[in-house]
Every structure is written in C-alpha cells, then in structure tokens.
Nanobody, 120 residues
C-alpha cells in the first residue's frame, strides 16, 4: 500500500514536499517514482529512484526543479518540488515496481494521489 501526502495550495514560485509511505511489502526491494495527472491530460511520469537510492531520473518538465529521494528506514519516498509553476497543478501519485523500465511506463503499484494546486 502506498499513501501519499503533502499536497496543497501554493503560489507560483513556491515549494512543496510530497511524501509517500509504503507498507505491506519490503520497501527496499522496490524502485519508486512519481507521476502526475493534470485536468484533461494523461498521466505523466516525473521522477524515479532506484531501490538503494543511488539512481535517479527525471522527466524534462521537472528536471532541475524537483528532487526525488527515499528513506528506506522509514519506508518513505519524497518529492521536493521547488520553483512551482501554474502548469504543475495536478494530482500527484507515487508508484512502485521491481522493474525500472516498468516503473517509468506502467508501474505495478499506485498510491491514491495527492492534489497540488499552484496559483499564478
């Protein structure tokens, strides 16, 4: 089970940190990531992090502004979002998979989503 939190409303240029707590499985066996879905748009891959935390990857739309990290001792993955833009408004989902390629395209496990609203 993946439980995301930390969403909310923020002005453009501001920051938010999302958290996703995992339970029920061995967290350190899974690669973790984040997707988002804006109103009227398809889900978009944002970032991934390897099971050990040593490998990160970002989509072009968030690279340099968002940072993914994980704490295996706390079974939690984070997404630090800085320099937020109006177009970052979306529901954000954490995801998990044992396969990195699948994580970025069609993850096996999804959290319930947390809403981020950026006002201009």
């Amino acid at each position: 089970q993946l439980q995301a939190s930390g969403g909310g409303s923020v002005q453009a240029g501001g920051s938010l940190r999302l958290s996703c707590a995992a339970s029920g499985r061995t967290f350190s066996n899974y690669h973790m990531g984040w997707f988002r879905q804006a109103p009227g748009k398809e889900r978009e891959f944002l970032a991934s992090i390897g099971w050990s935390g040593g490998s990160t990857y970002y989509s072009g739309s968030v690279k340099g502004r968002f940072t993914i990290s994980r704490d295996n001792a706390k079974n939690t993955v984070y997404l630090q979002m800085d320099s937020l833009k109006f177009e970052d408004t979306a529901v954000y989902y954490c995801v998990a998979d044992t396969r990195m390629l699948a994580l970025r395209t069609d993850p096996s496990y999804w959290g319930q989503g947390t809403l981020v609203t950026v006002s201009s």
